[in-house]
């Protein structure tokens, strides 16, 4: 597809088919992901996909508003930075979140990014924690990794 016109038709789809998205499209959305710009190429962004629909169902229950259409995605893309590299890594997540985005648009795929960095998990339970301990601890994320957002993908409905 013509990147103008991936540009164009990229819009935040949060109903999905009940179709299984092919391992390696996901693989390609990733690979395509690392090559996003990054702070003095410190390629500080990594990413997990999942699939499982078990942990896709856990994941959208990190926040109680704005997450639970996730529940109904076939695979989630979590998008992480190593601190360790650079301080700049949340700007090197937001952008490659964003060619996440556009590799999905590009393989005819739908997408929307659910922020996690930051996020409590209720509005109003303070108690509750924040988005990004629940994801750590559930999806065993590594001390030095931050997790910035996840992105739901799929088969538009």
């Known amino acids: 597809m013509d990147f103008l016109k991936v540009i164009e038709k990229r819009h935040s789809t949060r109903k999905f088919q009940e179709k299984e998205v092919p391992r390696d499209l996901l693989d390609a959305i990733v690979e395509l ?41 076939p695979a989630v893309i979590v998008i992480l930075g190593d601190e360790d590299k650079t301080d700049m890594w949340l700007d090197n997540c937001a952008i490659s979140a964003t060619f996440v985005h556009l590799a999905a648009t590009a393989m005819e795929l739908g997408s929307c990014w659910v922020h996690v960095n930051g996020r409590r998990r209720s509005k109003t339970d303070e108690s509750a924690g924040y988005a990004e301990d629940y994801l750590r601890n559930l999806l065993g994320v590594k001390d030095n990794m931050r997790i910035y957002c996840v992105v739901a993908v799929g088969y538009e409905l």
Not at 41 to 59: C, G, L, P, Q, V
Not at 60 to 71: H, I, L, N, P
């Open 33 to 73: 992901a690392g090559t996003a710009p990054s702070s003095r190429n410190s390629r500080s962004s990594d990413f997990m996909i999942i699939e499982d629909k078990d942990t896709i169902a856990a994941i959208a229950d990190m926040r109680d508003s704005g997450s639970a259409f996730v529940k109904d995605a």
